[in-house]
């Protein structure tokens, strides 16, 4: 019984240590990556890379830095954004390690 307690207070430790990565999010728009598709038409602007991107903006900065600001840690992240012909098409914010 004390081993199970034991382990389950170590694995708590864990998640409060490596959940909290997200605690303060620092965006770093220096260090996002581009894929650039090139098609010989043009498509139409749905504006699809700017709803993507507030979506996910308005997720940290409403749901993940509040949660778990109490834990203190920090981290910068970062979006892989996908663009046809130069417009952009989709943001995405790649998985990290412990998130």
């Not at 307690?5 to 240590?17: E, N, V, Y």
Request: hydrophobic fraction near 45%; proline fraction near 7%; charge should be positive.
């Amino acid at each position: 019984m004390k081993r199970m307690l034991l382990i389950g207070t170590a694995i708590l430790a864990c998640q409060l240590i490596f959940a909290g990565m997200a605690s303060a999010a620092t965006y770093t728009p220096s260090n996002d990556k581009y894929i650039n598709v090139n098609l010989p038409v043009s498509l139409p602007d749905l504006g699809t890379g700017a709803l993507t991107f507030n979506t996910q903006q308005a997720l940290y900065a409403n749901v993940i830095t509040p949660v778990l600001k109490p834990t203190g840690l920090t981290f910068n992240y970062f979006y892989t954004w996908v663009t046809v012909n130069g417009s952009p098409i989709l943001a995405v914010d790649p998985a990290k390690v412990g998130f």
